[in-house]
């Protein structure tokens, strides 16, 4: 999707940049590097470093020991990442996979970069059960979308990875065709969730 | 890479691939960093993690068209092209693990 956007729309001054959350990584994944990382990939969509973020940089240079940033001083820089673009688009994959801990603390990062910069438009992605956290800290600017895979993703993924085996000993025209035939019905609820996407325009 | 041909070695020996002491016809030392290396480092310090590695290790698994259809629906294109205070600025996609959430294109 990150390709795509910058297919479709890029040019100057927009941005695209993104975190993927991972339960295996709860100790490098705190919420000042995520949102940390969120400037990096603006930073280095701009053509130069902001002078507010060079300012940072050396005064943390300067002290002994260098520590690391902290929440608010991350966001804040991220915020002056954000000025000169006209818009960016912040991606969080997988939010459900955040540690609890810097959950909140990411989500309401979030919640002051989207009311700080107008340019912003996010995109977060999770199971479910993640989504009342997401409405509490983004109040009135949640859409939601169920995302499945459609019965014809399906089949064209199956046909990719079959075509990858047709090498094997064991694969042959029967085999393939039973395969391409009882994994997508062996799915059905995904057809059901794929069909109910369509969101009213009047929940807007 | 053998990369005596673009860095002289220098008087002290501490020059590094990215920044290059060269001595100027006043035989003082100048330390030139490049931009590049400047910036570098910046991003460095913004956070360690490296979300660019996942992305393209996403790239490389992903099908293109895969999920095709949600990209093209009215609530993803209002999303995208929504400015400002326009439309809803954030869109939830929500779904099961392994639906392919991570791998839309």
């Known amino acids: 999707m990150i390709d795509r956007l910058l297919e479709d729309l890029g040019g100057e001054n927009i941005a695209v ?5 991972d339960f295996q990584d709860h100790e490098g994944q705190t ?50 990442a954000l000025a000169p673009m006209r818009r960016t688009f912040i991606c969080i994959d997988a939010l459900d996979e955040c540690s609890d801990k810097h ?35 983004l109040p009135r600017s949640v859409q939601v979308m169920p995302f499945s895979l459609k019965s014809e993703d399906i089949r064209e993924y199956l046909e990719m990875k079959l075509k990858h085996d047709s090498g094997t000993e064991e694969m042959n025209p029967a085999l393939k065709a039973d395969i391409m ?23 807007r | 890479m053998n990369g005596s041909t673009q860095v002289e070695p220098n008087a002290t020996g501490t020059g590094h691939i990215n920044s290059f002491n060269q001595i100027n016809s006043n035989n003082t030392t100048t330390i030139i960093t490049t931009h590049a290396d400047e910036k570098a480092k910046v991003l460095n310090w913004l956070s360690p993690l490296q979300p660019h590695v996942r992305h393209n290790d996403v790239r490389n698994r992903r099908q293109d068209g895969l999920g095709e ?5 009215d609530g993803f294109l209002r999303w995208r092209d929504g400015e400002g205070e326009s439309g809803k600025a954030t869109l939830f996609c929500s779904g099961n693990p392994g639906v392919g959430k991570t791998f839309l294109r």
């Open chain 1, 31 to 80: 919420a000042a590097n995520m949102v940390g990382a969120l400037t990096k990939q603006v930073v280095n969509a701009l053509k130069m470093v902001p002078p507010e973020i060079e300012e940072a940089f050396k005064r943390a240079e300067r002290e002994v020991g260098g520590r690391g940033l902290r929440v608010p001083e991350t966001v804040k820089l991220l915020g002056s």
């Open chain 2, 69 to 73: 259809w949600f990209l093209q629906t």
């Open chain 1, 103 to 137: 959950l909140s603390q990411l989500l309401s990062s979030l919640q002051t970069v989207s009311r700080t910069s107008p340019g912003v438009r996010l995109f977060i992605t999770g199971r479910p059960h993640i989504q009342s956290a997401v409405e509490k800290y």
């Open chain 1, 17 to 21: 940049a993104c975190v993927y959350c």
């Open chain 1, 181 to 203: 035939k009882r994994i997508p019905e062996k799915i059905p609820d995904m057809y059901v969730m794929a069909n109910s996407i369509s969101e009213p325009a009047s929940n």
